[in-house]
């Protein structure tokens, strides 16, 4: 499991943050004291740090340029400060990614995910999701069963990965939706029925039949077990 | 100065002599005084011009300069700091009153925009305040899912849009640059803006259409954000029963287009000319959702700031389309 440093000097909002991604597959460590913020995170042993701007003792801008110059660990700088010009000194002093304050929850945690796969490229072995029977190859965007492939477009394929992340589980409309849309996809529900009867086709001419239910009204449903 | 003014100024004193010298003449005539009568006639009024003359120079020089100043000063309010010396008593009066005036005006100016600044540092201070709690509301709203706090989170991101337009608007009266142009696809501020609004989008079934948006802009991001979400907001409070917005883009020789169009209720004819008016709110805005109008008068400022222009079309029934012009220079072409 991914460990998750966060350094926020607001108890709340660091309690919250931390409920949060530990619900989301997670483990947090929270930084207590401020007085060496910098030696803290080096020895931390965390995969990511999340790091505030303003904190008490030292500034988080100082704090991720300090880091930057002994270790590689993925930094998301958390702000309140909302301009380019802010953004942009946290880029140049080594900071992976930028969030706003109010941020979504959901797009917070999208963005730790996408910086962690960067990271993670090349050193694990491509990542297969296991469907009872057949598989998914993250790396290839591909569906695979008994030897045959077949490409998935982009669409497709996160409509694909999102039911098979909960398989088993009823997933509404609306929230598949509201996850294609946070992937720059935003489609509309006549387009997701269609891409849903496409991506039907496109594995059942690969033998896969039946997978993914359909519960009027109310969403998809993609079995655990092939069922033949 | 002119010397007809100049003339029509003395005209009085001018009749006067000119009474009193013809009443000497007549006199003198009587007692026939021919020498008298020649230099009373001929050498006090050449005399008197002579001084005319030289008065008239002496102001003309005086007043041409200062109007030249003026006209070429920025802040002619200032015109007393480079008055020179004037070689007349009551050109010297004028320049050491206005002097006077001048300094306490600027102490009066210097306190306002003091005063202003100091406000507008509260405002920005005060909204970063507020991000604070508004994202720790949000965290709670989602670590709690229920109907209540779902609910409640779209209060919250009320809160959030409204914050977000009074920082633009303390923005918008900024004297100095905080902004960043770069080249920026307008697909990136689209979908920034669309996932920001994705739950109202999809709750409600907007259809959302974008053509062309991999065309590029130079622009402050952020800034532009905040525009195309004020744009977008309208197109969703006064969305039609079918609602669609569609995004496109045309990039001309000199400038790029970029049209956010809507199929919602349009603005009437009589009230479209107001909308970038501060404060006006048509009759949508007055009907069923609340409207501050400031959204598009901020747009308006914004854009202008930016260099871009902003356009708005509508038909009442029919719809509306916002359309953003960024000019494209040749400084850019050539790179």
């Known amino acids: 499991m991914k460990r998750i440093l966060i350094v926020e000097d607001d108890e709340k909002l660091k309690k919250e943050l931390a409920y949060f991604l530990c619900h989301n597959g997670y483990e947090t460590k929270e930084l207590e004291k401020y007085d060496t913020p910098v030696e803290d995170i080096l020895h931390c042993g965390c995969d990511l740090v999340l790091l505030d701007i303003n904190l008490p003792v030292v500034d988080g801008q100082y704090i991720c340029k300090e880091v930057r110059k002994q270790s590689d660990i993925p930094i998301i700088m958390v702000t309140s400060r909302n301009s380019d010009l802010d953004q942009l000194i946290s880029m140049n002093y080594g900071a992976d990614d930028y969030v706003e304050k109010p941020f979504h929850p959901q797009i917070l945690l999208a963005r730790i995910a996408a910086i962690l796969r960067r990271v993670n490229k090349g050193k694990e072995s491509p990542e297969i999701i296991e469907c009872g029977g057949w598989q998914l190859d993250v790396a290839k965007r591909m569906a695979r069963n008994q030897g045959m492939e077949i490409e998935l477009t982009k669409n497709e394929w996160n409509i694909v990965f999102f039911l098979a992340k909960q398989k088993g589980t009823l997933v509404t409309r609306d929230a598949l939706m509201s996850y294609l849309w946070d992937s720059e996809m935003f489609v509309d529900d006549n387009t997701l029925t269609v891409n849903v009867t496409r991506i039907r086709s496109k594995l059942e001419s690969i033998g896969i039949k039946n997978v993914i239910r359909t519960r009027r009204g109310q969403g998809y449903v993609m079995e655990d077990k092939e069922k033949e | ?335």
């Open chain 2, 1 to 335: 100065m002119k010397w007809k003014d100049f003339l029509r100024d003395r005209l009085a004193s001018l009749l006067l002599w000119g009474i009193f010298i013809i009443a000497l003449e007549v006199m003198l005539m009587a007692v026939s005084q021919p020498f008298l009568q020649i230099y009373i006639g001929v050498g006090i009024p050449l005399g008197f011009l002579v001084d005319l003359c030289l008065e008239f120079h002496k102001k003309k020089k005086f007043y041409d300069r200062i109007e030249k100043q003026a006209e070429e000063m920025e802040q002619a309010y200032l015109l007393p700091e480079v008055m020179e010396d004037a070689d007349f008593l009551e050109g010297n009066y004028l320049i050491q009153f206005l002097k006077v005036m001048e300094h306490s005006m600027a102490e009066e100016v210097k306190r306002y925009r003091k005063d202003h600044e100091e406000y507008k540092d509260y405002i920005e201070m005060w909204i970063h305040e507020v991000k604070h709690p508004i994202a720790v509301g949000k965290m709670i709203a989602e670590n709690h899912r229920s109907e209540a706090m779902e609910s409640m989170e779209e209060e919250l991101q009320k809160i959030e849009d409204y914050t977000e337009q009074a920082l633009y608007y303390a923005r918008s009266y900024n004297v100095e640059k905080d902004y960043l142009i770069k080249e920026v696809p307008l697909q990136n501020v689209v979908a920034e803006v669309l996932k920001k609004n994705k739950k109202t989008l999809i709750t409600e079934k907007i259809k959302i259409e974008m053509e062309n948006l991999e065309t590029t802009v130079y622009t402050d991001n952020k800034w532009m954000e905040f525009v195309v979400n004020q744009v977008v907001g309208n197109s969703i409070k006064y969305r039609s029963e079918t609602p669609y917005i569609l995004f496109s883009a045309v990039r001309k020789k000199e400038q790029v287009i970029f049209s956010v169009k809507d199929n919602g209720i349009g603005i009437s004819e009589s009230e479209i000319k107001r909308v970038f008016e501060k404060g006006f709110t048509g009759s949508n805005g007055r009907g069923k959702q609340k409207s501050t109008g400031i959204g598009l008068y901020l747009c308006q400022k914004l854009c202008r700031r930016l260099g871009h222009n902003i356009l708005l079309f509508s038909r009442e029934g029919e719809g509306t389309e916002v359309r953003i012009i960024f000019p494209v220079g040749s400084y850019y072409n050539e790179r």
